[in-house]
């Protein structure tokens, strides 16, 4: 059975950092390119950041590029994201999952991910 859980949220004020995690267990994605993805009230499933499994290879949105580091620990089934500089409009759910689709052209589009777990909430205060 596949579970991931997210951890890290919290309440921040603008310009903050946090540092969210994903453990998987049960079904182990080691070879698979992993993904965070947020959800704000009212708002679509996003596409935030992704990593390949090697992590020589990432991605990020461009509403975070250059503020969030995502990076993996193998050995520990383990998907980190750092979020600094944060902004009003980080608040949400985040969710790590597992890219099962899409191939290299689809590593940016939040459909392309699965199996997520019950999120981590962030809100960034004003």
């Known amino acids: 059975q596949v579970r991931l859980v997210e951890s890290g949220g919290g309440l921040v004020q603008a310009g903050g950092s946090l540092r969210l995690s994903c453990a998987a267990s049960g079904r182990t994605f080691i070879c698979n390119t992993m993904g965070w993805l947020r959800q704000a009230p009212g708002k679509e499933l996003e596409f935030v950041a992704a990593?390949?499994?090697?992590?020589?290879?990432?991605s990020y949105a461009d509403s975070v590029e250059g503020r969030f580091t995502i990076s993996r620990d193998n050995a520990k089934n383990t998907v980190y994201l750092q979020m600094s500089s944060l902004k009003p409009e980080d608040t949400a759910f985040y969710y790590c999952?597992?890219?099962?689709?899409?191939?290299?052209?689809?590593?940016?589009?939040?459909?392309?991910?699965?199996?997520w777990g019950q999120g981590t909430h962030v809100t960034v205060s004003s």
């Open positions: 990593i390949s499994w090697s992590g020589s290879s990432i």
């Open positions: 999952a597992p890219q099962t689709s899409g191939g290299s052209s689809g590593v940016t589009n939040a459909g392309s991910y699965a199996y």
